[in-house]
């Protein structure tokens, strides 16, 4: 199974604050990574696919970057809204694998 | 519109078994293979299964091989997972999941609980 190795595991910040999270995969896996994000008991929610295009509906402040082992998600300014935990997938092999989490937490 | 709606969970023993039903509708199921992540109390994400659009490729994940079984009924716009052998390391949210890229589609989840 490929790892994925996300970070930080949290983050606090403020809203109006720039944000970058990581996802690095342990072999290369093209642009085969999403990003999405979870509420307290709600579904995960689709951001970003193949790595940087933006799933229909996302705030264009969400953006995504990264080929091969090392990718990046940015908030580019924080909402309220956006207080939330964020994964990883990648969806270039069985078995899929997410990354461990990333919790942002308001300052 | 397109919708998953997970059933079947609830509270089970240890060594019990337990069926998870997954509705679709808004689209056909068979033209879309689909998958099952789980969620542990307080944890992250895990994907459990994998079944192709006819039901002929199946994957799992190694901590549910051989106790979980994945199938489809194309016809019922359903899916489906047999959870055999459970254990307390089962107890989780299970959604079904329509991983394509834009058209990725989750259910709401369904709670799994496997205790005495």
């Known amino acids: 199974a490929i790892q994925m190795t996300q970070s930080p595991s949290s983050l606090s910040a403020s809203v109006g604050d720039r944000v970058t999270i990581t996802c690095r995969a342990r072999q290369g896996i093209g642009n085969w990574l999403a990003w999405y994000q979870q509420k307290p008991g709600k579904a995960p929610k689709l951001l970003i696919y193949?790595?940087?295009t933006l799933q229909s509906g996302v705030p264009s402040r969400f953006s995504g970057s990264g080929s091969g082992t090392d990718f990046t998600l940015i908030i580019s300014s924080l909402q309220p809204e956006d207080f939330a935990t964020y994964y990883c997938?990648?969806?270039?092999?069985?078995?899929?694998?997410f990354g461990q989490g990333t919790k942002l937490e308001i300052k | 519109q397109v919708q998953l709606v997970e059933s079947g969970g609830g509270l089970v023993k240890p060594g019990g078994s337990l069926r998870l039903s997954c509705a679709a509708s808004?689209?056909?199921?068979?033209?879309?293979?689909m998958s099952w992540i789980r969620q542990a109390p307080g944890k992250g994400l895990e994907w459990v299964s994998y079944i192709s659009s006819r039901g002929d490729t199946i994957y799992y994940a190694d901590s549910v091989k051989g106790r979980f079984t994945v199938s489809r009924d194309n016809a019922k716009n359903s899916l489906y997972l047999q959870m055999d052998s459970l254990r307390a390391e089962d107890t989780a949210v299970y959604y079904c999941a329509r991983l394509i890229g834009w058209g990725t589609c989750w259910g709401q989840g369904t709670l799994v609980t496997v205790s005495s």
């Open positions: 808004g689209f056909t199921l068979s033209d879309y293979y």
């Open positions: 193949a790595a940087s």
């Open positions: 997938l990648q969806d270039y092999n069985y078995p899929y694998t």
